[in-house]
């Protein structure tokens, strides 16, 4: 079992930055992959980015976001920058591992004003 809590979410002017953790609970933080998701009112959740051995970027926030992990302190951060008011959502973490379910986090909301 995997517990995530997501935090730094806020309301931030556009072209600032925010910084969002995810914190997971267990021992075997290292030999799970990590993704941000969001969702924006009346829109499918959608990916943003993941970790693993190497990392990958939704074409609409490459060279805007950086994902990173801390496995010592079970966290992964989502660096994000020049924001925009589109990048507008509620910001979830998922923990995937072949073989074994998926874990999302509860959320945290991202409202970026022009």
């Known amino acids: 079992q995997v517990q995530l809590v997501e935090s730094g979410g806020g309301l931030v002017q556009a072209g600032g930055s925010l910084r969002l953790s995810c914190a997971a609970s267990g021992r075997t933080f290292s030999s799970y992959d990590m993704g941000w998701y969001r969702q924006a009112p009346g829109k499918e959740r959608e990916f943003v980015a993941r970790i693993s051995w190497r990392t990958s970027y939704a074409d609409s926030v490459k060279g805007r976001f950086t994902i990173s992990r801390d496995n010592a302190k079970n966290t992964v951060y989502l660096q994000m920058n020049s924001l925009k008011p589109e990048d507008t959502a509620v910001y979830y973490c998922?923990?995937?591992?072949?073989?074994?379910?998926?874990?999302w986090g509860q959320g945290t909301q991202v409202t970026v004003s022009s």
């Open positions: 998922k923990a995937s591992r072949f073989g074994f379910a998926d874990y």
